[in-house]
């Protein structure tokens, strides 16, 4: 009889720390479902002030880069600077080589 009565509390036991574990389950479901709603505010509030309309760049928003937009936009200004560079590069050269003919005349 003792046994059955120690058996049985024991099965009691475990229900009630089954209970608390659903209890502590749902509590920390419920935690991170206000954090992610609390990010997801933060990340509307932040693609707001950029200006832009959510990350855009296909990567799911995950990257916290630049929108394609503003991708597009460096790349147009980067090619811009390479041609203005290799011109400058041209005519330092041509006068690089200019001023070394002079002074060979003049030696």
């Known amino acids: 009889m003792e046994g059955q009565i120690k058996m049985l ?3 009691i ?5 089954h209970q608390q574990f659903q209890a502590d389950q749902a509590a920390i479901q419920a935690a991170q479902s206000d954090m ?9 509030a932040m693609s707001a002030a950029s200006g832009g309309s959510g990350c855009g760049n296909g990567d799911g928003g995950s ?5 394609s937009k503003e991708l597009q936009t460096l790349k147009e200004e980067n090619e811009k ?4 560079n290799a011109k400058q590069q041209y005519r330092i ?6 001023l070394e003919e002079t002074q060979i005349e003049e030696s």
């Open 81 to 84: 600077l390479k041609k203005i």
């Open 9 to 11: 509390q024991a099965k």
């Open 63 to 67: 990257g916290g880069g630049a929108s």
């Open 13 to 17: 036991s475990d229900l009630e720390s």
């Open 93 to 98: 050269t041509h006068l690089v080589r200019n």
């Open 36 to 44: 992610l709603t609390t990010l997801r505010n933060i990340r509307a």
